[in-house]
């Protein structure tokens, strides 16, 4: 079975899953880098590729939070030239991904996640403040975002690579980000429920139990995020997400 009746998960397993929904809501109200850290409790709770199904549907309750706080500073310019590279790279996430063996899906999510820690430290150690301007940089990074979103919800890491190299500031990184990843998630929940079959009505209404958790990591984040400086925030942003990447790296 994808995911066991309420009453069989173990305590360990609810623990992890109500943590990684208050990461979500943390990660939604601005705190980015640290939704790797929901990746990694929730594939130790459960199989790697099962709890991509059962963190989408909370992914897009906390998107749906962010927008309606954040809407104001996003800039669309962004999401319209990221967006749809996006979108193709979801396409070829659900091809490779739906026959993946769970041992080379926890693999392949260790190895995505230690690749943004290195791209993103890269880039942010460049002295040069120029930005990308070049078709194939959104083009690359849009794709392996799409394709890292559908396998492992890990899009968030090359998303944070694209909005860094284009110095985005603060709020308008969140507020852009928000748009985005509600469009990405709501488009990738029929894909799980359909092609995958990894959101069924059983994680659904586990999924019902964990919305208290993104309520109170909105609450926490929204206020965290007021208390944070920009040039904090950038390092703030490479900390979390290398964090990510030790954790699931020892599982």
Do not use: C
Request: hydrophobic share 60%; charged share 15%.
């Amino acid at each position: 079975m994808l995911l066991a009746a309420s009453f069989d998960i173990s305590l360990t397993a609810w623990a992890l899953a109500f943590t990684a929904a208050i990461v979500i809501g943390l990660s939604k109200a601005g705190i980015k880098g640290i939704a790797i850290v929901n990746v990694t409790l929730m594939a130790l709770a459960f199989d790697a590729k099962a709890s991509t199904g059962i963190v989408v549907p909370l992914l897009i309750v906390g998107d749906v939070f962010a927008v309606i706080y954040y809407n104001r500073h996003a800039n669309w310019w962004y999401i319209v030239r990221f967006l749809p590279w996006i979108l193709f790279g979801i396409l070829i996430g659900v091809l490779i991904g739906n026959d993946l063996d769970e041992g080379v899906f926890k693999i392949a999510m260790a190895i995505i996640i230690l690749l943004s820690v290195i791209m993103m430290y890269w880039w942010d150690r460049r002295k040069s403040k120029n930005v990308p301007t070049h078709w194939a940089f959104a083009g690359f990074v849009g794709t392996i975002a799409g394709i890292t979103t559908m396998i492992g919800n890990l899009g968030g890491a090359f998303s944070n690579i694209y909005f860094l190299a284009m110095r985005v500031q603060k709020n308008e990184f969140i507020g852009t980000a928000a748009w985005l990843f509600l469009i990405i998630n709501v488009i990738k929940l029929p894909l799980h429920i359909f092609v995958w079959e990894t959101v069924t009505t059983e994680t659904l209404l586990f999924d019902l139990k964990l919305v208290p958790g993104i309520f109170l990591g909105v609450f926490l984040g929204v206020r965290l995020v007021k208390l944070i400086k920009e040039d904090f925030y950038r390092k703030m942003i490479l900390v979390l997400t290398a964090l990510g990447a030790v954790l699931i790296l020892i599982k």
